[in-house]
């Protein structure tokens, strides 16, 4: 089957912020946040049942190398990511989201 990844506004705003704030750490370190988040949209998009479901029907994907989660939930032919949050400071932030 073939899924239909969207990525919601609030989500692209969360990843926009993240990056932000890592390339003022250092340069070129929030572009690999972005290529470690795309690397996990694509394996979602690829199998997304490949996540267990943690709240309800919320998938949360890990991101490699960064304290970040990709929260989404499958309905019918479209992957819904709703939020990309830091792990250890507000973990459970998306869940107003849901």
Known sequence: MTYRLVVRRQAKLDLRRATRWYEEQRPRLGRELVAQVDNVLDR????????????????????QRFPYGVFYR??????LVFAIVHLHRDPFSWQQRV
Do not use: E
């Open 74 to 79: 499958i309905d019918s032919d479209d992957i």
């Open 44 to 63: 979602i998009t690829d199998n997304p049942h490949q996540w267990q479901v943690i709240y309800r029907d919320v998938r949360r994907a890990i991101v």
